[in-house]
Antibody, heavy 121, light 107 residues
């Protein structure tokens, strides 16, 4: 059974750096074709893709608009993917999801339950 | 980035109705188009991948069509549990993008 679970702070002051962890089971990020993405959703708004890391050590991709603030990394031995986002602002308040895809043509077939991060002083 | 435009943004329908949601992309994406259903407080659920392929476990009343720049999601006979928000997403580009969503409400 494939599961993903996000963890991180529920509340973060403006200008701070957000650190999120996605812990998964039921698959390996060492398997060819496997990818894990971070996606966020502000309250009442649409989904926004943030970043993706692949089974291949050299492959990581970022949202054009947020690239300067994002870093995605992984620990394949612990089945975890990490996301850091610098200089957080109240507009970054959102539910942050991690999700798995198995290739360019398959979509996100498994999602975590999401973690709501509120940016406020 | 590839822009995704869904229409309508909201839709009222009755149980048993046939409904179609459209997604248009700013450039051709072949069939790298996927559809999701999201209910309040829940993560999205993959319904259709590769424009036309039904994800395992999804009822057959859901179907997808299209290629290139114009795509559709059709629900052949609405059930109570189908009232939700639907999103399209492209994976043609490494910069993945989602549509703005279509909210399907009970009439």
């Amino acid at each position: 059974q494939v599961t993903l679970r996000e963890s991180g702070p529920a509340l973060l002051p403006p200008t701070q750096t957000l650190g999120l962890t996605c812990t998964f089971s039921g698959f390996s990020l060492k398997t060819r074709g496997v990818r894990v993405s971070w996606i966020r959703q502000p309250p009442g708004k649409a989904l926004e893709w943030l970043a993706r890391i692949d089974w291949d050590d050299n492959d990581a991709f970022y949202s054009t608009s947020l690239k300067a603030r994002l870093t995605i990394s992984k620990d394949t031995s612990r089945n975890q993917v990490f996301l850091t986002m610098t200089n957080m602002d109240p507009v970054d308040t959102a539910t942050y999801y991690c999700a798995r895809s198995l290739g360019v043509a398959t979509g996100f077939d498994s999602w975590g339950q999401g973690v709501l991060v509120t940016v406020s002083s | 980035d590839i822009q995704m435009t869904q229409s309508p943004s909201s839709l009222s329908a009755s149980v048993g109705d046939r409904v179609t949601i459209t997604c248009r992309t700013s450039q051709s994406i072949s069939n790298y188009l996927h559809w999701y259903q999201q209910k309040p407080g829940k993560a999205p659920r993959l319904l259709i991948y590769g424009a036309t392929s039904l994800q395992s476990g999804v009822p057959s009343r859901f179907s997808g069509g299209g290629s290139g720049t114009d795509f559709t999601l059709t629900i052949s006979s609405l059930q109570t549990e189908d009232f939700a928000t639907y999103y399209c997403q492209q994976s043609y580009s490494t910069r993945i993008t989602f549509g703005q969503g279509t909210r399907l409400e009970i009439k």
